[in-house]
Structures are given as C-alpha cells and as structure tokens.
C-alpha cells in the first residue's frame, strides 16, 4: 500500500500554479505530483523498501526533486550528492550506509545501481528506520578537516517549513546537498511558489534568470554578491522583480554589503544563519544595511560564551555525526564555532574559529579587512588570510585579484597606506599577493587555507 506525507499531500492544492522551472522547461504541481507518482513506482519496482538508504546524484531537475519527494514519501533516508563532491562519492557511500544509487547525466537520462556498504549498520539510521521517519545524509564541506556525515529526521527538518508563508519565485541557489538549499527548496513548494533551477550560477547566468522569469527572491553568499558587483551585470539586466536578497554561509564585509544595497535599491537584504547541523534557523537583521541580526526564537535557544555563539533546540532534526562523535554537550548545546560581537538581543557574526587569525595575541577577523581593502580603487576582490611568522605566530596576508596590473611594490604600500588609521597594525597585511582570481568553494564561499613557509 502506497504511504503518503503531509509534504507531498499538501502539493496537491496548487493544482496548475507553476512550482518547478528548470532549464526553462516549466512544471506544474500537477504535473510535478504525476512525476512523484512516477517515481514511486519506480521505487517499487527497483525493491526499494521503506527505512533504505537511497543517494541520488545531480543538480536541481524535474527528476531530481520529484525522486526526493517519492523518497520522503517512502519514508527512506536520501543522501543527496552533487558533481562538485565526485571526488569523495565512495567515501560518502559508505559513510551513509548507501545501499541503492540514482545517477542523473545532464541530458536527463539517468541510472541505477546496487551495492553493500562496506561499514557496519550505523544505530542513528537504525534509529530512524525504527521510527519509520524519513531520513536525510548530507555532509559538512571539510573545510576544516574530514567531512563529516549528517544523519537528520527529515520530518524534524521540515517543521520550520509547515506555517504557511508567502509564495515566492526563488532561484535556489545553493546546491542540493546543502541543507540550506533543501530547506529553500522545502518553503517555495510547501507556499506553492515557484523554484527556478538554472545549469549555471555566474552573475550573468543569474542576472539573466530574474529578468526572463521575474524571480522575486535570491538566496546566495556574500562571496556571490561581491562577484555580482565586480560584474556589473546588474546593469545590463532588469532585475526589478526582485524582492529579497538573503545571504549566509560565511561572514559578509560590510562594504559589500553597502554597496548591494546602493546597486539594488528597493531590495531587502536579510542574513540567514543555518548550520549543517541545525538548517536555517530565524533570524531579524536590525535593517537592510546591518550586519546585527537576532538568531533563533521558537524552541531555539541562543548564549555566547567566551565570544562564541552557542546554540540549543529541542526539537533538533540531527541525530548525530555518522562518523564522528556527537557534536552536543550533556545539556544539548552545540558550539557553532562562529565567534560573535553583542548589543543587546543583536549579535554580529565576525567569523569562523578557523578562519581568525591570530598575530601575537590579537585576534583577526578576515571579513573585517577584506572590508578595509575593498574601499580601494582597481582592487576587484580580496581573500585574507594568516600566513605562519616565527616571530608573531601569523602575519595577515591579502590575495587580491586587480581590474588592471599594477607595480606589485606600489600596490603593497598603497594597501598598507590605505589600512593605516582604518586598521591596527596587527591587522594590516604584511604579505600582499596578486592572483588571477580567488578560489571559491563549490557553496560559493572563499576558500581560506594558511599558506604554507613562513613571512
């Protein structure tokens, strides 16, 4: 007998509304509930029992999202994996305990496989099968050191997306294997908006889809937005259907920020605040212009203790790390490793533990200078990051990439003019470097990696 979920039943009152455009090819609910129906079928028909361990491969479809839902419906737990993370497939199989495989191509055809895990039965997936929950794996990016597997109760996860909000047409940015861009997904299906699926995420491609489907909302990152600024493309396109910008997944310079709102009047930007651990949690920006947000509210419960944030729910979807210890103390209390500023119920996020440099004793926070550097005329962009000193433990070093060349000489002491009296000495880059381009990761943030030697 065919199992239904509140999720998937609640899809049905849309009818014909549009939910799905992906690639410009456009979906209704209707059709999008055929295609769930589809899947289901082809779930039975491949022995896919309730309680089993599903991954699927590829980025937001018709497909894709319609297979999802069938595997909520189901009642299994899905991995959701994407190409950028090709690299670490097996390993991710076997974590998750991953016993039947999706594979999507770009030309919509796709393919199943068996296999055996390789690990033992994990209890946290026992546990969920025993609940008869539906299940969901994603993994942390490993920025700072293994990945770790996240086994969530789905149903938990959704219950932020049940209150009835209004109905947007989004441009779900983020990828499927990161819990933010499920949970963007989750709210514009559940309020029966609409989801715009684009193969590419540059700023033209992006400027482009909110002119030609009238997108409403962006949710991106902070390194996106300085992309977008660098390109201009904001003038060539009509981007007067959009609404909202939200932004989160790394700590955003204020003078990008500024400069959204100058380029984008009219448009509320917003910070999001979610953890791989948690998924998007509530938060209020003070304004439009602010990096002062409150976070959590509900059942969320936040404290800061020696200058980090700290977060705790009751009714958390993470059931704990597949190959990790648990990340929560005796009291479920998780350190988020986001060191924070306070006024008041407002707290500023000023950076990752792992992405503050430390230079004799005085703590660092890139975004900060990255800030600073950013006022400077031809620089396009900036990473800073610390450099090891056998002297100061670390030096601050800034790689810019440049809108024309420029003497390498004259460019160090034009930065290190332009931070004097703005910034301390510690926080002045020592180390100046010029790049074709930054390295971001594939969530689009600013990879930040200590350089090896020292200064």
Not at 387 to 405: C, D, I, Q, S, W
Request: charged share 25%; aromatic share 8%; glycine share 8%.
């Amino acid at each position: 007998m065919e199992q239904s979920h509140w999720l998937v039943t609640a899809l049905g009152q849309f009818g014909d509304q549009v939910a799905l455009i992906c690639d410009g090819r456009i979906h209704t609910y209707s059709q999008l509930l055929e295609q769930v129906d589809t899947w289901g079928t082809e779930l039975a028909t491949q022995r896919i029992n309730p309680g089993e361990v599903v991954a699927f491969e590829g980025d937001y479809s018709f497909d894709t999202i319609a297979l999802f839902l069938a595997l909520v419906r189901n009642r299994n737990i899905a991995v959701p994996l994407t190409r950028t993370t090709r690299k670490s497939k097996a390993k991710f199989l076997d974590i998750a305990r991953v016993r039947a495989v999706f594979d999507f191509h770009d030309d919509g055809d796709w393919e199943f496989s068996r296999r055996e895990p390789s690990l033992d039965p994990h209890p946290l997936l026992e546990e969920l099968r025993g609940a008869g929950s539906p299940g969901l794996v994603v993994f942390t990016s490993g920025s700072t050191g293994e990945p770790k597997g996240i086994a969530h109760d789905f149903d938990k996860a959704l219950s932020n997306v049940k209150e009835k909000r209004r109905p947007w047409v989004a441009l779900v940015f983020l990828l499927m294997d990161h819990l933010g861009g499920i949970n963007t997904l989750m709210n514009i299906l559940r309020n029966g908006g609409t989801a715009v699926s684009i193969p590419d995420r540059d700023p033209e491609a992006v400027c482009e889809a909110i002119q030609k489907y009238r997108i409403q909302l962006l949710p991106t990152s902070p390194t996106f937005l300085n992309m977008l600024l660098i390109s201009t493309m904001y003038e060539k396109y009509d981007l007067s259907s959009l609404r909202l910008v939200t932004y989160g997944t790394e700590a955003m310079p204020e003078r990008t920020l500024k400069a959204i709102n100058e380029v984008l009047p009219g448009v509320s930007c917003k910070q999001t605040y979610g953890l791989s651990e948690f998924g998007v949690l509530g938060t209020k920006s003070r304004d439009s212009g602010s990096l002062w947000i409150k976070v959590g509210g509900g059942d969320v419960e936040t404290r800061v203790v020696d200058g980090k944030l700290w977060i705790r729910a009751k009714s958390r979807s993470m059931l704990g790390y597949l190959n990790a210890p648990s990340p929560f103390d005796k009291d479920g209390w998780l350190n988020t490793e986001d060191e924070v500023e306070v006024d008041g119920d407002y707290c500023r996020i000023l950076g990752r533990t792992t992405d503050i440099i430390n230079v004799g004793g005085e703590k660092v926070y890139p975004a900060q200078v990255e800030s600073v550097i950013l006022e400077m005329d031809n620089i396009r962009d900036v990473t800073v990051t610390g450099k090891r000193n056998p002297v100061t433990g670390h030096v601050v070093m800034a790689t810019v990439t440049l809108f024309e060349p420029e003497d390498p000489v004259a460019l160090k002491r034009r930065i290190w003019d332009h931070c004097n009296g703005r910034l301390s000495r510690n926080q002045t880059p020592l180390v100046v470097k010029v790049a074709e381009m930054l390295e971001i990761s594939n969530r689009y943030k600013k990879i930040r990696m200590e350089t090896n030697g020292d200064a």
